[in-house]
């Protein structure tokens, strides 16, 4: 459990942390909050030459709630997130997403940014992302760009973001009347989702006019259930569309398997979480 030497370098600024990081090139890597780097080093699954700690830039920091969008620096974290009470009221997933990542002492030190480029499979952010349709801005040495959350999981800890990029920050829209709910069958050591299922859901005249369903720990990596997605619209809560919700939310995503949770397990936790999070999101306020 004792990681290979390394070399450790603090930029003062993003621009030096870029400079630094296209000099080092593949051997660097950044680390944030160090709750996914470090275990891995320890564990020599990471073996990096360099390590580049942005967790101070300034850059990074800080969480602004306007009107229409929360902007969330990517050094944020989880515990920040958990207790914002501005955060809390206009986007009041975050929190309830924040309180279910492992304990305090990681909430304290694991940050959003660090969660989004990591990509776990079982991570939390990446639903909740999906499901309030964020936006993550990048900076590279070839400029800046930002990236709707649908395109930027790709697979197991594969993003779109490239080597030589750092996450800046997650915008997120905000659009007042929607009912939110975030379900999660938490492992039982690491509390990492097993299954977690993020819904959002917009309401007209007391019925469900649409909205998202977000799923990670079940697949390689976090998805949007569009099929379920698109038969929002009209649902009211009966036994009958729940089942036909559950059915369309699952079928044709090959589930991972592990020691903890083979397809039909896992399934079975997806369609459970799913309805859970339904019935909370339907009467949520
Ligand atoms: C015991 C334990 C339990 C956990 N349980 C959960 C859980 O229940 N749910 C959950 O979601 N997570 C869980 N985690 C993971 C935790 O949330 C991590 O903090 C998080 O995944 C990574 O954030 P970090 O800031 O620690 O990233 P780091 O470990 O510092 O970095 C992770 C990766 O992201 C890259 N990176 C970091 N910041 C940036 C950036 N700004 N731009 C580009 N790349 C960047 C690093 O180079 C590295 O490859 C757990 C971790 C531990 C140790």
Redesign the pocket.
């Known amino acids: 459990m004792i990681p290979a030497a390394f070399g450790y370098v603090r930029p003062g600024s993003l621009s030096e942390a870029l400079g630094q990081l296209g000099e080092s090139g593949e051997g660097a890597?950044?680390?944030?909050?160090?709750?996914?780097?470090?275990?891995?080093m320890k564990l020599r699954l990471?073996a990096?030459a360099t390590l580049i700690d942005?967790?101070g830039l300034a850059e990074?920091q800080g969480v602004t709630v306007g009107e229409n969008e929360v902007v969330i620096g990517?050094?944020t974290?989880?515990a920040q997130l958990e207790h914002h009470a501005e955060v809390a009221k206009a986007l009041p997933l975050i929190p309830a997403v924040a309180h279910?990542?492992?304990?305090p002492s990681?909430?304290n030190?694991?940050?959003?940014?660090?969660?989004?480029?990591?990509a776990?499979p079982?991570?939390?952010?990446p639903a909740a992302m999906l499901a309030l349709d964020a936006k993550i801005d990048?900076i590279g040495a070839r400029g800046a760009r930002s990236i709707p959350a649908d395109a930027f999981f790709k697979g197991l800890f594969e993003t779109d973001?490239a080597l030589d990029?750092?996450?800046?920050r997650v915008r997120i829209p905000v659009i007042p009347g929607r009912r939110v709910a975030y379900r999660k069958f938490?492992?039982p050591?690491?509390?990492?989702?097993v299954v977690g299922v993020a819904v959002v859901v917009d309401f007209q005249a007391e019925r469900c006019a649409g909205g998202r369903i977000a799923v990670?720990g079940f697949a390689d990596h976090a998805f949007r259930a569009s099929s379920a997605e698109a038969a929002l619209a009209g649902y009211a809560g009966q036994p009958d569309q729940a089942e036909r919700l559950l059915d369309l939310a699952f079928t044709g995503t090959v589930p991972l398997e592990d020691r903890f949770a083979d397809a039909d397990y896992r399934t079975q936790l997806g369609r459970t979480m799913l309805r859970r999070a339904l019935a909370d999101a339907m009467t949520s306020d």
């Open positions: 890597k950044l680390i944030s909050g160090g709750h996914s780097l470090l275990p891995m990471a990096p942005i967790a990074l990517a050094a974290t989880h279910l990542i492992a304990d990681v909430r030190r694991g940050t959003l940014g660090g969660s989004l480029a990591h776990d079982s991570a939390d952010w990048v973001l990029e750092i996450l800046v938490r492992h050591a690491s509390g990492y989702a990670t």
